[in-house]
């Protein structure tokens, strides 16, 4: 399994970043994707999520209205557009891939992409 993340860096408050999460070596139509954070001497949280086949999304009250979950299962890719970006914003951002089989998850993460918000 891999994952190739892209598009993180430097943007000023106001400012827009996409990112990119490529994925191999697993059925990724198959699985839940999410986006999770982590911030400097914070705990890893939850960002957005999209279902498999992409018909559901769920944001974290904090993102909503102002990032956009999407993928597309012919490039194995997850995406997270990201607008309005505050300082807040500022952390590692992680794609992260999990199916659920009866009781079986299946679950892996990719390598993280960092993201710094400032002026």
């Known amino acids: 399994v891999q994952f190739v993340e892209s598009g993180g860096g430097l943007v000023q408050p106001g400012g827009s970043l996409r990112l990119s999460c490529a994925a191999s070596?697993?059925?990724?139509?198959?699985?839940?994707m999410r986006w999770y954070r982590q911030a400097p001497g914070k705990e890893r949280e939850l960002v957005a999520a999209i279902s498999s086949a992409g018909g559901s999304t769920k944001y974290a009250d904090s993102v909503k209205g102002r990032f956009t979950i999407s993928r597309d299962n012919a490039e194995n890719t997850v995406y997270l557009q990201m607008n309005s970006l505050k300082p807040e914003d500022t952390a590692v951002y992680y794609c992260?891939?999990?199916?659920?089989?009866?009781?079986?998850?299946?679950?892996?993460w990719g390598q993280g992409t960092r993201v710094t918000v400032s002026s």
């Open positions: 070596g697993f059925t990724f139509s198959s699985y839940d």
């Open positions: 992260y891939a999990v199916r659920v089989v009866v009781f079986t998850i299946n679950d892996y």
